[in-house]
């Protein structure tokens, strides 16, 4: 497993920590930045990440900022993303069980960063269920290419 890894700087201390349980599990990653707390624009890493994973480039995908919504919201904008902001552990495992999300937003002002931790074993470490869910997840895709039939 391959996973991808941005923030700006509201989100840089989770990520930090997430990317040394990385280390110490043997999980591979590539880290998109930001590397310092000056200000930066969430978009720019939310898309880096979220393309890595549509090139296949990673299977999956952490991101975080300041709360885990901005930095979401615009890796949905990408094409075949299903980022979700996650706050405990119960989110975490259901939007890979449930949602197949392949992105787990996470709030460096939100959650400390043994919560960010687990949240990130938790969400790498869950498998999608698939059966029924496939089908919610394909309507999901089918809205995402504007050929959602109700």
Not at 7 to 26: C, T, W
Not at 35 to 62: C, F, M, Q, R
């Amino acid at each position: 497993m391959r996973v991808a890894l941005g923030s700006d700087h509201g989100g840089l201390n989770i990520k930090n920590a997430v990317i040394e349980y990385l280390k110490e599990s043997g999980i591979e990653f590539v880290d998109f930045g930001c590397y310092t707390e000056e200000s930066v624009d969430y978009p720019e890493y939310a898309y880096k990440v979220a393309t890595a994973i549509t090139n296949k480039d990673a299977d999956l995908g952490i991101l975080c900022c300041g709360t885990g919504i901005g930095i979401s919201m615009a890796a949905n904008k990408v094409k075949g993303i299903r980022a979700a902001v996650c706050t405990n552990e119960f989110m975490a495992e259901m939007t890979r069980r449930h949602n197949n999300a392949n992105i787990i937003a996470l709030g460096g002002r939100i959650i400390d960063e043994p919560t960010a931790v687990k949240l990130a074993d938790i969400f790498l470490n869950t498998e999608f269920e698939g059966d029924r869910h496939i089908r919610r997840v394909d309507m999901i895709t089918a809205i995402e290419n504007d050929t959602f039939k109700v």
